[in-house]
């Protein structure tokens, strides 16, 4: 089975989205032959290369209601043991992440990737890193398995640009219109970061699927984060 998962860095919901379902691959007895990649996505596209404060910019975007947001997920997170410190979160274009992922994939496989997208995850939402910034991704690709040297040499070229951007641009032809969006088998998307018992049925059911109907799941337009 193939899982292609759009998301974006910037997602909050697709860093809970991405723990809850490999909490529910983790469970599903078939794991060992489903093969997850991920796929790049951009909210909001035409965001500034410059960091800015998390808070500054929600509220300029959401007014009053935009620390309420935070709240929220916060408290999710805890419950779901993700660290979020909205204090230190800097915003940024995140196509430089999306095009280091895309030579994770290609150079290393899926497992160096999921291992990136995890410690860029973790990086932007309770480090404070700047994830647009070339050292840091160079340093988080270390991290992660990627040889760092390499990775600084592939993001101070454009390698990978086109592709990212074409596959960008091919989501938003299917569709996709917010993320994270689960893709099983190229037949059947899950959208948002749904709970993991509700992963783990669409596993299940894709497994025993003849590719007759679409699997169903319970709310799967809730808790995903929309284009900007």
């Known amino acids: 089975m193939k899982v292609e998962i759009y998301s974006d860095i910037a997602c909050p919901w697709c860093y809970v989205g991405k723990h809850r379902f490999e909490r529910a691959l983790a469970a599903f007895p078939g794991a060992d032959t489903v093969e997850v990649v991920y796929r790049p996505y951009q909210l909001v596209p035409d965001k500034s290369e410059q960091p800015e404060p998390h808070r500054e910019y929600l509220t300029a975007r959401f007014g009053p209601q935009a620390a309420a947001m935070d709240d929220r997920l916060a408290a999710l997170g805890r419950a779901e043991g993700l660290p979020f410190d909205f204090d230190r979160v800097l915003e940024t274009n995140t196509l430089l992440a999306h095009r280091l992922l895309w030579h994770a994939l290609t150079a290393y496989g899926p497992t160096v990737q999921a291992a990136l997208k995890n ?13 647009g910034d070339r050292d840091a991704l160079a340093a988080l690709a270390a991290e992660a398995g990627l040889d760092r040297d390499r990775a600084a040499a592939f993001l101070a070229s454009e390698e990978g640009r086109e592709e990212v951007l074409a596959e960008i641009d091919d989501a938003r032809a299917v569709g996709i219109t917010a993320v994270p969006t689960f893709v099983f088998e190229g037949k059947w998307a899950v959208q948002g970061g749904q709970e993991t018992s509700t992963f783990l049925r669409v596993l299940e059911q894709v ?19 929309e284009v900007g």
Do not use: I, M, Y
Request: aromatic residues 4%; contains cysteine.
């Open 207 to 225: 497994a025993a699927e003849t590719g007759a109907s679409a699997p169903t799941a319970e709310a799967c337009a809730d808790d995903a984060c």
């Open 119 to 131: 410690r860029l995850l973790t990086a932007h939402f309770a480090d404070g890193v700047d994830v």
